[in-house]
C-alpha cells in the first residue's frame, strides 16, 4: 500500500502504478528508502540491533589482526567490526558555494545545482557530455525551466519562456548515436542461467581454463539470438546469424548498422513511431532482451575470460551494449524530438577532452576529435559544460580508503593473457596497460582485484575473509556489465549467500565462478 499524500506530491494515483511505466529517480529513491524502512523495522521485531550512522564520511578502512576491521569517519570516530561490505556509490563531486556558479560540473548530481543563480535563464548554449538516460535526465531539467511542453494536436511542442530565447543543448557523444528506446519485455528479469547452465558453461572452457568469446557466441549466442529473431519475424537476421561465418563482430557492426542515421534526431522519430506500436500492443523486442540476458551471463563468469578477450569486449561490443540496454524511456524521446522540432537541441559526435574548466573569458574549453586518426580537433567553448559521461573507474592511487591500499589489503585488478607471446607484443607496441606481477605479464583492467564472492585480494593473491567490496566505481574492471539495480540485487546476493554457504569461504582461496555451486540461489 502507498502513501497516497505522498504520491499526490508526484502526481502519481495509485491506480496508476505499473511495472510497465517509467517514473523519475527522486520517486524511484524515496520507493528504495521506505523499501529499507521497512526491512529494517521488520529484523528490528525480530530482535537484531542496528546502528544507523548517518551523515558519517567514512573516510578510511584499517584491517588488523584477527580478523578485526576498523572503520574511522571524518568525524574521528571508530567503529569496530569483523565483517564488512563495501557499498559507497558515487565518488566526491564538487563543492558549490551559495550564490556562486560553476562553469564545468564533473557530475550532474545533484540536478539543482545545474539552474541559474543570479539569473533567471541561460541564454547561451549548454555544453553536455554524453548521451545517456543522465545526461537526458539534465536536458529534460534544464529544458522544463526554460520553456514550457504542450500538447497540440496530439504532438508534444516546445515554447521557450520569455527571456530565455538563446537557450539550447549541445549533447556530445563519441559514435554520436542516441540510445535505443524503451522496449516491451517478456522476461523483465534477467537471469544469470536462463540460456545456459553452470555446467555447460564448464565444459566450454577451453584446456588453459578460459571461456573464449568465439566460443561463448557461437555455442550459446548464436542459438539463443536466432530464437529471438524468429519470435520478432524476422527471418533476415535468423539468416545472417545462421550463417556459422557470421562472428560477434560482424553481428554488432550489422545491429549497429540498423542504429546509424545521417540525423540521430530524425531517426529517433522513426523509431519512437515503431516503439509506441510495439509497446501498446505489449509486444516484445526479443533479440535485445535476450541479448541483455547473454551479457549478464557472462559478465557473472567474467574471471573466466582471457585478457585478449576482456580488450575484444571493451573495444568493439561493449559501447553497443550500453546503448541498446539504455532503454530511452518513451517520454524522454518526445521530449527530446520536441527540442529538436524546437531548434534547441543538437547532438555532436567525436571524442571530448576539458581543455579548461575554467578560462575567465570563454568559460569551458574543450577539443573535439570528429573522426578517429584527425590530427586537427575543433576547439569548442562553452560557459556552461555538464559531464554526464559518468564516473570513471577509481584506482588504488584514488581508493578512497588509503589504509588497505599502503597495507596492501587491496591490489589492482588485472586478467590472465591466453598468449604470452600477444602480452609482450602489446606492451612492446604500448596497445594496452601491461604489468608484470611474479614474473607473469597481465592486462590491467582498471580498478581493484576481487573473487567471485567480491572479497578483496590483498598481495599475493589472498582473499580477505571479512571485506567485500560491491561499489561498481571499485570493480568494474572485474565486473564490467554490472549496470542497473538488477546488478546491484545480485552483487549483494551473492556476498549473503556466500555467509550462508560458508565452507565455500573455508575451503578455498580465491573463487572463482566456477566453484560457486549456491551463490546464484534463485537463479539470480
Given at each position: 500500500?502507498?502513501?497516497?499524500?505522498?504520491?499526490?506530491?508526484?502526481?502519481i494515483?495509485s491506480?496508476?502504478?505499473?511495472?510497465?511505466?517509467?517514473?523519475?529517480?527522486?520517486?524511484?529513491?524515496?520507493?528504495?528508502?521506505?523499501?529499507?524502512?521497512?526491512?529494517?523495522?521488520?529484523?528490528?521485531?525480530?530482535?537484531?540491533?542496528?546502528?544507523?550512522?548517518l551523515?558519517?564520511?567514512?573516510?578510511?578502512?584499517?584491517?588488523h589482526?584477527?580478523?578485526?576491521?576498523?572503520?574511522?569517519?571524518?568525524?574521528?570516530?571508530?567503529?569496530?567490526?569483523?565483517?564488512?561490505?563495501?557499498?559507497?556509490?558515487?565518488?566526491?563531486?564538487?563543492?558549490?558555494?551559495?550564490n556562486?556558479?560553476?562553469?564545468?560540473f564533473?557530475?550532474?548530481?545533484?540536478i539543482?545545482?545545474?539552474?541559474?543563480?543570479?539569473?533567471?535563464?541561460?541564454?547561451?548554449?549548454?555544453?553536455?557530455?554524453?548521451?545517456?538516460?543522465?545526461?537526458?535526465?539534465?536536458t529534460?531539467?534544464?529544458?522544463?525551466?526554460?520553456?514550457?511542453?504542450i500538447?497540440?494536436?496530439?504532438?508534444?511542442?516546445?515554447?521557450?519562456?520569455?527571456?530565455a530565447e538563446?537557450?539550447?543543448?549541445?549533447?556530445?557523444?563519441?559514435?554520436?548515436?542516441?540510445?535505443?528506446?524503451?522496449?516491451?519485455?517478456?522476461?523483465?528479469?534477467?537471469?544469470?542461467?536462463r540460456?545456459?547452465?553452470?555446467?555447460?558453461?564448464?565444459h566450454?572452457?577451453?584446456?588453459?581454463?578460459f571461456?573464449?568469446?568465439?566460443?561463448?557466441?557461437?555455442?550459446?549466442?548464436?542459438?539463443?539470438?536466432?530464437?529471438?529473431?524468429?519470435?520478432?519475424?524476422?527471418?533476415?537476421k535468423?539468416?545472417?546469424?545462421?550463417?556459422?561465418?557470421?562472428?560477434?563482430?560482424?553481428?554488432?557492426?550489422?545491429?549497429?548498422?540498423?542504429?546509424?542515421?545521417?540525423?540521430s534526431?530524425?531517426?529517433?522519430?522513426?523509431?519512437?513511431?515503431?516503439?509506441?506500436?510495439?509497446?501498446?500492443?505489449?509486444?516484445?523486442?526479443?533479440?535485445?532482451?535476450?541479448?541483455?540476458?547473454?551479457?549478464?551471463?557472462l559478465?557473472?563468469?567474467?574471471?573466466?575470460?582471457?585478457?585478449?578477450?576482456?580488450i575484444?569486449?571493451?573495444?568493439?561490443?561493449?559501447?553497443?551494449?550500453?546503448?541498446?540496454?539504455?532503454?530511452?524511456?518513451?517520454?524522454?524521446?518526445?521530449?527530446?524530438?520536441?527540442?529538436?522540432?524546437?531548434?534547441?537541441?543538437?547532438?555532436?559526435?567525436?571524442?571530448?577532452?576539458?581543455?579548461?574548466?575554467?578560462?575567465q573569458?570563454?568559460?569551458v574549453?574543450?577539443?573535439?576529435?570528429?573522426?578517429?586518426?584527425?590530427?586537427?580537433?575543433k576547439?569548442?567553448?562553452?560557459?556552461?559544460?555538464?559531464?554526464?559521461?559518468?564516473?570513471?573507474?577509481?584506482?588504488?592511487?584514488?581508493?578512497?580508503?588509503?589504509?588497505?591500499?599502503?597495507?596492501?589489503?587491496?591490489?589492482?585488478?588485472?586478467?590472465?593473457?591466453?598468449?604470452?607471446?600477444?602480452?609482450?607484443?602489446?606492451?612492446?607496441?604500448?596497445?594496452?596497460?601491461?604489468?608484470?606481477?611474479?614474473?607473469?605479464?597481465?592486462?590491467?583492467?582498471?580498478?581493484?582485484?576481487?573473487?567471485?564472492?567480491?572479497?578483496?585480494?590483498?598481495?599475493?593473491?589472498?582473499?580477505?575473509?571479512?571485506?567485500?567490496?560491491?561499489?561498481?566505481?571499485?570493480?568494474?574492471?572485474?565486473?564490467?556489465?554490472?549496470?542497473?539495480?538488477?546488478?546491484?540485487n545480485?552483487?549483494?546476493?551473492?556476498?549473503?549467500?556466500?555467509?550462508?554457504?560458508?565452507?565455500?569461504?573455508?575451503?578455498?582461496?580465491?573463487?572463482?565462478?566456477?566453484?560457486?555451486?549456491?551463490?546464484?540461489k534463485?537463479?539470480?
Open positions: 500500500d502507498q502513501d497516497v499524500k505522498m504520491l499526490q506530491e508526484w502526481n494515483k491506480k496508476d502504478i505499473s511495472d510497465k511505466n517509467l517514473y523519475p529517480r527522486i520517486v524511484v529513491g524515496k520507493y528504495f528508502t521506505a523499501q529499507y524502512e521497512l526491512i529494517i523495522n521488520e529484523l528490528i521485531a525480530k530482535n537484531i540491533s542496528f546502528n544507523i550512522c551523515n558519517e564520511e567514512v573516510i578510511d578502512i584499517i584491517k589482526a584477527e580478523d578485526e576491521i576498523e572503520v574511522i569517519t571524518k568525524s574521528r570516530k571508530s567503529f569496530i567490526g569483523n565483517k564488512l561490505v563495501i557499498s559507497t556509490g558515487h565518488g566526491s563531486l564538487e563543492k558549490t558555494e551559495k556562486k556558479e560553476l562553469n564545468y564533473s557530475s550532474p548530481w545533484p539543482s545545482k545545474l539552474f541559474p543563480i543570479t539569473t533567471p535563464f541561460y541564454n547561451f548554449e549548454i555544453g553536455i557530455l554524453g548521451a545517456s538516460l543522465s545526461a537526458f535526465d539534465v529534460s531539467a534544464l529544458a522544463h525551466h526554460h520553456g514550457q511542453f500538447n497540440t494536436d496530439n504532438q508534444l511542442k516546445y515554447f521557450l519562456h520569455d527571456g538563446g537557450f539550447k543543448i549541445a549533447l556530445h557523444s563519441a559514435d554520436g548515436l542516441l540510445p535505443h528506446l524503451q522496449y516491451e519485455q517478456r522476461n523483465a528479469m534477467r537471469k544469470v542461467y540460456h545456459i547452465s553452470k555446467e555447460e558453461i564448464q566450454l572452457l577451453d584446456e588453459s581454463g571461456l573464449s568469446i568465439n566460443n561463448y557466441f557461437d555455442k550459446v549466442m548464436r542459438p539463443a539470438l536466432i530464437e529471438a529473431f524468429n519470435r520478432d519475424e524476422r527471418p533476415e535468423v539468416q545472417y546469424i545462421s550463417d556459422s561465418t557470421t562472428s560477434f563482430s560482424d553481428f554488432i557492426a550489422i545491429m549497429k548498422e540498423e542504429h546509424q542515421y545521417s540525423n534526431f530524425e531517426g529517433l522519430k522513426i523509431e519512437l513511431k515503431d516503439a509506441i506500436e510495439q509497446l501498446n500492443m505489449d509486444e516484445p523486442t526479443h533479440w535485445m532482451e535476450t541479448l541483455d540476458d547473454l551479457m549478464y551471463t559478465n557473472f563468469h567474467i574471471d573466466l575470460v582471457s585478457a585478449e578477450d576482456r575484444f569486449l571493451k573495444k568493439e561490443i561493449f559501447s553497443f551494449l550500453m546503448n541498446v540496454i539504455a532503454a530511452l524511456p518513451i517520454k524522454s524521446a518526445k521530449i527530446l524530438t520536441a527540442l529538436y522540432d524546437a531548434g534547441c537541441i543538437s547532438l555532436h559526435a567525436g571524442k571530448v577532452e576539458i581543455i579548461d574548466q575554467n578560462d573569458e570563454k568559460g574549453v574543450i577539443s573535439l576529435i570528429e573522426e578517429e586518426g584527425s590530427k586537427k580537433p576547439i569548442l567553448h562553452y560557459k556552461k559544460f555538464i559531464n554526464c559521461g559518468g564516473q570513471d573507474i577509481i584506482e588504488l592511487d584514488n581508493y578512497p580508503f588509503q589504509s588497505l591500499v599502503n597495507n596492501k589489503n587491496v591490489i589492482a585488478s588485472t586478467a590472465h593473457f591466453k598468449s604470452v607471446k600477444e602480452a609482450f607484443d602489446m606492451e612492446e607496441n604500448n596497445t594496452a596497460a601491461i604489468v608484470t606481477t611474479d614474473d607473469e605479464k597481465k592486462l590491467k583492467l582498471g580498478g581493484i582485484a576481487i573473487d567471485a564472492a567480491y572479497r578483496i585480494v590483498s598481495a599475493k593473491e589472498v582473499v580477505s575473509k571479512n571485506i567485500y567490496d560491491i561499489s561498481i566505481q571499485h570493480i568494474l574492471g572485474e565486473k564490467p556489465y554490472s549496470y542497473g539495480l538488477q546488478a546491484c545480485a552483487n549483494a546476493a551473492i556476498v549473503v549467500n556466500t555467509w550462508i554457504e560458508n565452507q565455500i569461504v573455508e575451503t578455498k582461496e580465491i573463487l572463482e565462478s566456477t566453484d560457486i555451486k549456491n551463490i546464484y534463485n537463479n539470480i
